[in-house]
C-alpha cells in the first residue's frame, strides 16, 4: 500500500514537476522579458533565444548524465588496460583489428543490417496496410504486435520448438525440422549452418520488429489526406499505383524514421544472439562480443569499451543524413 | 510490578525461542548424528542487531537451502543476513563490486572470476589461517585452499575464497536395467568403457547421450569431458601446467585429450542424434534419451547436479545409477577426480562477514545441507551418516576416495578462455574442425591475454 | 476507402488472404508456446506441441509389484495389477527394453525360472512364479499406449501461486508507471523545440539524440551506478526511474520530434500570428495533435520497461520488497534455466498486461487519427 502510495506521489510528483518547470520556467521568461510594452520585440528576441533551452533542458541533462557521461566514460576506459589502470593508447583497437571474432562479428552486423531493417520495413508496411482495409484489423493488429511484447527470454523459448534438432528417426520438437523431415529430407542443425544461421536468427529480430514498424507506419498512413487518395483514383489509379506512388511518397519520412531505429537496434542486437547461440557457429554479433568482453569470467573493460565505442562509431552516417535532413527543414 | 514485567519478558522470550527454532530444518540437540557443538559454540558470538548481505548465483530451490544453512547462523548469532540470488551472478557481481555497492559476501560459481575480482582489489582476504585449516580438515585440503588463493592487487597471493559445497564431475549416469537387459557391466577401467562402447555400437545400438547446448554457454559440457581426460591422460602436474598455459593449448598431449573427446563425439555410431547432433543438443534435454524405450542411449557424462533434468519420478540409485568415469589401466595415473566448488568470498569489512565465513567452517553447516539433498563436501569432521540419500554418500566416497583431486579447468583459465574461446573452440570441434586448429586457436586467443 | 474498396470484392478477397496469411505466420511461433505451456516437461521435450491435441503413442514402463504384493494361488506365487492409467489403450509391451513392445497384450511371456507374464488388453498384469519372489524392486513392464491428448494447467498454477508474485507484480507496477510517464513529459517538450523552435545547434542536437540510440545499455551500467553510489541514491525506486527515464529519451525524443516535424506548419505558425505563446502551442495544438506519436511511444516504453530484467536488478537490487516479476519468473526458473514448461507459461502471463496496454492504446492510435482529419478541415 505503502509503496502504491510511493508511485503514485512519484508520478504527481514528476508530472507536477515537469509541468510546473516548464510553465513556471515560461512564467518567468515572460514576466522578465514581457512581450509587450515598449521593449517588445528586443523582449520576444531574447525569451526566444532562451526559451527552447527551456524545453530541452531536461532532456539535455538526462542524456548528459545518463548517456553522454558513460560514453565517455568508456571511450577512456577503452584506450586502458583490463582493469582501467593503465594507459595503453590505441592498443585495444589494435587488437581488435587482429581480433578474427572481430572481423566475424563486423560482417555479420554489416549482414544484418543489410537485411533487417528492410525486411521489418517491408513486412511493417505491408501489414499496416493490410490491417487499415480489413474488418479484423485491429485483432491482426495486435497478433502481429504480439512478438514485440515478448521478453526476450520467452522469444529464445519461441524459437527453441521452431529451430530444435533432433536427431534423424527422433520425434522432431523443432517445427521447422518437422516440416524438412515430412518432405523427406534428413534434419537439420539449423542454428550451425554456416551463414543460413545468421539469417534464422535475424527472422527473430524480424518477427519482433516488424510490430514495432507497423505501428508506426500505420499511424502514418491513417494521417494521408482522404483528399490525395481520392483524387487519385479519379484518376484511375489501381491499387498499387495507389499504394506506392500516392501513398508511400507521402509517408517517406515515416518510412526514413522507422528504417533508422531499427538500423540501430540491429546495431546494438545481443539478446537474440545471446539467448540462441552466444555467437557460436559463425554467428557472433558485436554487442554480444562487447559483453562477453565486459562481464564473461574475467572483464576486460578496455576491449569490451573499444568494440562499444566501434558500435558508436558505426552510426556516424546516419547522424550525419540526420544532422542534413534536419538542416533542410529549418530551411 | 517491576518483576512482572520481567517475568512477562522472560515468558516472551520463551514464546519466541521455540518459534525460531522451528524454522530450523533439524531442531538443534535433537538428531544425535548431527555436530551440535559446533552450533552451542557459535551462540558465544553475538551479533544481533547486526546483518550482511549475501549475493549467490542460486535460485529456486538450492535458494531455499542456503537459507536453510543460513538460518542456523541467523538462530546462533541473531545476525541477520539477506540472501538474494541472481541468475546473472557473474555480472551482477562486477557492477556492483566496480560501481561501490557490494554485497558483503559472495558466492563465487567460478573461481576464475573471483580470482579477478581479488587482483582488481575488490576482495578481502580471509587470512592464512583459514587456508592452513582448509589443508588440515577438507580432504585433498591444499588444493582446496591453493583454489581459494589469489594473487591481490599488490602481486602476492593471499588466501580470498573459502570453498563450501562441491560438485563431482567425473560421473557416468546409466539405467541399471537396461545393462542388465542388453548384459552390459559397468567398466571399471577406460579400457573397458570404451570396449563397451564399441560393443553398444556394435550391438546395433548408442552408446551415448552427448549435448552441448547451453544457451549463452553452449560448449561447457565438453570441456568437461577434456579436462576429465586431460586428468586419465597426463599427470596433475601436466594439468596444472594446461590450466596455468605453461603447457600450451596446442600442445600434443592436449590435442590428445580433445582427440579423446572426439573418439567419443565425432562418431556417429557413438552418440545419440549422431555427431552433428552433439552441439546443438541441449544439456539438459540430452540426458532424457537413456529413459527413452527403447534407449537412445545408454550412458551420459555429466556431473553430480544432472539428476534435476531426468524425467519426473526418477530415482537414482533405482530407476538410474552412475559410475565413477574410469582411468586407463596401463597409465599408472590412480583415480583423478574432476570437481568444482562455489567459493565464499567477503567483500566488505563488515565483522558479520567474517563470523559468516567461520562458521561455513564449523561441520554443522555442512550437515545442515548435506541432510537435505544437492550437497558434496570434502569436510573431513562432517558424519558422513547425514547424506540425505545413498547417491549423495556414493558421490562423498568418491570425493574422499580420489587420489588425485582437480578443479574444472575452464572455470580456473582466464574468463576469456574457460569462458570464450574453450567454450566455442569445442563447439567448433564438435561441428568437425580439426582438433589441432582448434587447439591452436584457443591458444592465439589466450595470448593475446595481457 | 471502405466504399471504393467495396466495389472491387476480388481485391477484398486478396487483402484479406494476404493479411491472413501474414498473421498466421506472425502467430505460428507464439502458438507454439501456448501449446507448450499447457503441457508437462516430458512431453514438450519428447514431441512436437502440434502433436498435443492427438492421441499420442508413448512407449515408457511401469514397475510391477515386488515381493509384499505377491499372493499364493494355488501353488504358484503371483503378482497382479495394472500398467494403465485412465484413459490410456495399451498397444503392445514388452519385458525388455531392447524389446520394449514385443508382445501383444493378452499374449504370455517366458520369463524363464518359472516365471510368467501377462498383460492382458485392459491392461491388466499377472506375474506368477513357482518359486516365492524375493525382489523389492519390481521388474520392468514396458508398455506402448495411445493416450489422448493431456493438457495441464499446473504450468499457470506453479508461475501463479509462486510465492511473492503479487507483491512482485506491484513493485513491476512501481517501476514502470513512473518510467513510463516521466519520459513521455520531458521528451515531449524537447521533441517540440527541436522540431518546431529555432536555436543554434539544434541540428546538432538531433544528431547527438540518433548518435545516443545506439548507446549500448551494458556499458551505462557501471558508470551509473557507480554514479548513484556517490550521490546517496544507492539502489532503490528513484535510481530505477531515473536510468530508465535516462535509456528512453533518445527514441522518445526521435520518435516525437519527427511526428511533429509532420505537423502542418500553417496551424503553428498562424498561432503564433495570434500571439499564443509557445507554451499555449505546444499544450493547446502540439499535444493533442502528437496523441498517435505519445501513446506508440508509451507502449514501447512500457513494454521496454516491463519485460526488463538487466537495468532492474542493477538499479534496483533483489531483496524480497524490491523484486519485480521477470525477477521473480527467474527464480522460478531455478539456477540452471532449461524448465521450458514454467518458462512459456511465464511467458504468456508476462505478455497478457502489455497486450492490455496495447488494446487500450489502439484507442488512442484511431484518435489520433481523427484528430488527423480535424486539422485539415
Not at chain 1, 35 to 51: C, E, F, K, S, T
Not at chain 3, 161 to 173: I, M, P
Request: proline share 6%; with cysteine; glycine share 10%.
Amino acid at each position: 500500500m505503502e509503496q502504491l502510495g510511493l508511485a503514485a506521489g512519484t508520478i504527481v510528483a514528476g508530472v507536477f514537476g515537469c509541468v510546473a518547470w516548464f510553465w513556471g520556467a515560461n512564467l518567468l521568461l515572460d514576466t522578465l522579458w514581457p512581450p509587450r510594452g515598449p521593449d517588445a520585440g528586443r523582449n520576444i528576441l531574447r525569451a526566444n533565444m532562451i526559451r527552447p533551452w527551456l524545453f530541452v533542458g531536461p532532456a539535455v541533462l538526462f542524456l548528459a548524465l545518463y548517456l553522454v557521461y558513460p560514453v565517455l566514460n568508456s571511450a577512456m576506459r577503452s584506450v586502458m588496460d583490463a582493469g582501467s589502470r593503465e594507459f595503453v593508447g590505441l592498443e585495444n583497437y589494435r587488437w581488435l583489428l587482429g581480433d578474427a571474432k572481430f572481423r566475424e562479428s563486423i560482417l555479420n552486423n554489416l549482414l544484418w543490417l543489410l537485411v533487417v531493417p528492410a525486411l521489418s520495413t517491408f513486412f511493417g508496411l505491408l501489414a499496416a496496410q493490410l490491417t487499415d482495409r480489413i474488418g479484423w484489423g485491429n485483432l491482426a493488429k495486435s497478433l502481429i504486435f504480439m512478438p514485440m511484447a515478448i521478453s526476450f527470454v520467452g522469444a529464445g523459448v519461441i524459437w527453441k520448438f521452431i529451430y530444435d534438432y533432433r536427431g534423424e528417426g527422433q520425434d522432431q520438437i523443432g517445427l521447422l525440422n518437422a516440416l524438412w523431415t515430412a518432405l523427406g529430407q534428413a534434419p537439420q542443425t539449423w542454428l550451425a549452418l554456416p551463414l543460413w544461421n545468421n539469417f534464422f536468427l535475424m527472422a527473430v529480430l524480424i518477427w519482433i520488429q516488424t510490430g514495432f514498424a507497423m505501428v508506426i507506419l500505420s499511424a502514418a498512413l491513417r494521417g494521408i489526406p482522404e483528399e490525395t487518395v481520392e483524387a487519385a483514383i479519379l484518376d484511375g489509379a489501381n491499387p498499387w499505383q495507389l499504394f506506392f506512388r500516392i501513398k508511400v511518397p507521402q509517408i517517406r519520412g515515416t518510412i526514413a524514421v522507422v528504417w533508422t531505429t531499427i538500423t540501430i537496434v540491429v546495431l546494438k542486437v545481443f539478446d537474440i544472439v545471446f539467448v540462441m547461440t552466444n555467437g557460436q557457429w559463425g554467428t557472433q554479433v558485436l554487442a554480444n562480443l562487447m559483453y562477453d568482453w565486459m562481464f564473461r569470467g574475467a572483464p576486460d573493460y578496455g576491449r569490451g569499451s573499444a568494440i562499444a565505442i566501434v558500435i558508436m562509431a558505426l552510426v556516424t552516417p546516419i547522424m550525419i543524413w540526420n544532422i542534413r535532413n534536419a538542416r533542410k527543414e529549418m530551411a | 510490578m517491576r518483576d512482572a514485567f520481567w517475568n512477562g519478558i522472560a515468558a516472551l522470550m520463551v514464546v519466541t525461542g521455540p518459534a525460531m527454532a522451528q524454522d530450523l530444518a533439524f531442531p538443534p540437540g535433537k538428531d544425535a548424528r548431527f555436530n551440535w557443538d559446533a552450533y552451542e559454540a557459535l551462540k558465544a558470538t553475538d551479533l544481533s542487531e547486526q546483518s550482511m548481505t549475501l549475493l549467490g548465483p542460486w535460485l529456486g530451490p538450492d535458494k531455499d537451502l542456503v537459507e536453510s544453512v543460513v538460518a542456523y547462523f541467523e538462530a546462533a548469532t541473531g545476525a541477520d543476513v539477506q540472501y538474494s540470488g541472481s541468475d546473472s551472478f557473474e555480472q551482477q557481481i562486477v557492477i556492483d563490486a566496480e560501481a561501490g555497492s557490494p554485497p558483503d559476501v559472495a558466492v563465487f560459481p567460478q573461481p576464475g572470476l573471483a580470482a579477478d575480482l581479488a587482483r582488481k582489489g575488490h576482495l578481502r582476504p580471509l587470512g592464512e589461517d583459514i587456508a592452513a585449516w582448509l589443508a588440515e580438515n577438507y580432504a585433498a585440503g591444499q588444493s582446496w585452499a591453493d583454489l581459494g588463493s589469489y594473487e591481490g592487487p599488490d602481486g602476492a597471493r593471499h588466501f580470498y575464497a573459502f570453498p563450501f559445497k562441491a560438485d563431482l564431475k567425473s560421473l557416468v549416469w546409466y539405467v541399471p536395467e537396461n545393462f542388465e537387459d542388453a548384459g552390459y557391466e559397468v567398466p571399471r577401467t577406460m579400457e573397458e568403457l570404451k570396449a563397451l562402447t564399441e560393443q553398444i555400437a556394435a550391438d546395433g545400438e548408442v552408446p551415448w547421450c552427448i549435448g552441448l547446448g547451453s544457451g549463452g554457454a553452449t560448449g561447457w559440457p565438453a570441456t568437461d569431458w577434456v579436462e576429465d581426460l586431460m586428468l586419465r591422460l597426463n599427470t596433475p602436474e601436466e594439468y596444472d601446467a594446461w590450466v596455468g598455459n605453461t603447457l600450451k593449448f596446442d600442445d600434443p598431449k592436449v590435442i590428445a585429450a580433445i582427440e579423446e573427446f572426439g573418439w567419443f563425439a565425432r562418431n556417429d555410431a557413438f552418440v545419440a542424434g549422431g555427431a552433428r547432433a552433439v552441439a546443438s543438443t541441449d544439456f539438459r534435454d540430452s540426458p532424457k534419451g537413456l529413459f527413452a524405450a527403447p534407449p537412445q542411449c545408454y550412458m551420459h557424462r555429466q556431473a553430480s547436479f544432472i539428476p534435476s533434468f531426468f524425467p519426473e519420478g526418477t530415482v537414482i540409485g533405482q530407476d538410474a545409477d552412475f559410475f565413477y568415469f574410469p582411468a586407463f589401466a596401463e597409465k599408472d595415473l590412480g583415480q583423478p577426480v574432476l570437481g568444482a566448488g562455489t567459493m565464499f568470498a567477503a567483500l566488505t569489512d563488515n565483522p558479520v562477514a567474517a563470523e559468516f565465513i567461520r562458521f561455513l567452517q564449523s561441520p554443522i553447516a555442512h550437515e545442515v545441507w548435506m541432510a537435505q539433498s544437492g550437497f558434496l563436501t570434502p569436510h573431513k569432521g562432517v558424519n558422513a551418516e547425514l547424506y540425505g540419500d545413498p547417491t549423495l554418500k556414493k558421490m562423498g566416497e568418491i570425493l574422499l576416495g580420489a587420489t588425485t583431486f582437480r578443479f574444472d579447468g575452464s572455470d580456473l583459465m582466464p574468463g576469456a578462455i574457460g569462458a570464450g574461446a574453450f567454450w566455442t573452440g569445442m563447439v567448433d570441434y564438435a561441428g568437425g574442425k580439426k582438433a589441432a586448429a582448434v587447439g591452436a586457436g584457443i591458444q592465439k586467443t589466450w595470448d593475446t591475454l595481457n | 476507402m471502405g466504399t471504393i474498396a467495396g466495389t472491387r470484392p476480388r481485391l477484398i478477397w486478396a487483402v484479406n488472404l494476404a493479411a491472413l496469411i501474414l498473421v498466421l505466420l506472425w502467430t505460428i511461433p507464439t502458438f507454439g508456446l501456448l501449446v507448450s505451456s499447457f503441457r508437462d516437461r516430458d512431453q514438450i521435450a519428447t514431441s512436437g506441441w502440434w502433436r498435443a491435441p492427438f492421441a499420442a503413442a508413448q512407449t515408457g514402463f511401469v514397475r510391477a509389484g515386488a515381493a509384499p504384493d505377491q499372493v499364493q494361488e494355488g501353488g504358484e506365487y503371483v503378482i497382479t495389477g495394472t500398467v494403465l492409467e485412465a484413459g490410456q489403450a495399451l498397444r503392445a509391451w514388452g519385458t525388455s527394453s531392447r524389446a520394449p513392445a514385443g508382445f501383444a497384450p493378452g499374449e504370455v511371456a517366458d520369463l524363464g525360472e518359472g516365471r510368467r507374464l501377462s498383460v492382458a488388453p485392459d491392461g491388466r498384469y499377472r506375474l506368477s512364479a513357482s518359486t516365492e519372489f524375493t525382489e523389492t524392486r519390481g521388474m520392468r513392464i514396458f508398455v506402448t499406449t495411445s493416450a489422448p491428448p493431456r493438457i495441464t494447467t499446473e504450468n499457470y498454477a506453479r508461475v501463479i501461486g509462486a510465492e511473492g508474485l503479487g507483491r512482485a507484480f506491484l513493485n513491476t507496477f512501481t517501476v514502470t508507471i513512473p518510467a513510463t510517464v516521466i519520459p513521455i513529459l520531458i521528451a515531449a517538450f524537447a521533441a517540440y523545440a527541436l522540431a518546431w523552435m529555432e536555436f543554434p545547434g539544434r541540428a546538432l542536437l538531433v544528431a547527438a539524440v540518433v548518435g545516443l540510440l545506439v548507446v549500448p545499455l551494458q556499458l551505462a551500467l557501471i558508470p551509473l551506478l557507480k554514479f548513484h553510489n556517490d550521490i546517496g541514491l544507492g539502489k532503490g525506486y528513484l535510481g530505477i526511474w531515473l536510468a530508465h527515464t535516462g535509456f528512453g529519451l533518445p527514441l522518445a525524443i526521435y520518435l516525437l520530434r519527427n511526428y511533429m516535424v509532420g505537423l502542418p506548419r500553417e496551424i503553428i505558425e498562424s498561432a503564433r500570428v495570434d500571439g499564443a505563446t509557445e507554451f499555449q502551442i505546444f499544450r493547446r495544438i502540439i499535444l493533442p495533435l502528437s496523441f498517435p506519436a505519445l501513446a506508440s511511444f508509451a507502449i514501447f516504453q512500457f513494454l521496454w520497461v516491463w519485460n526488463d530484467l538487466l537495468v532492474a536488478t542493477v538499479f534496483l537490487g533483489n531483496s524480497a520488497d524490491q523484486l519485480v516479476m521477470t525477477g521473480v519468473l527467474r527464480e522460478l526458473m531455478g539456477s540452471r534455466g532449461g524448465d521450458w514448461e514454467i518458462l512459456a507459461a511465464l511467458a504468456f502471463l508476462s505478455i497478457s498486461v502489455p497486450l492490455i496496454v496495447f488494446f487500450a492504446m489502439q484507442q488512442y492510435l484511431v484518435r489520433g487519427l481523427l484528430a488527423g482529419s480535424v486539422k485539415d478541415g
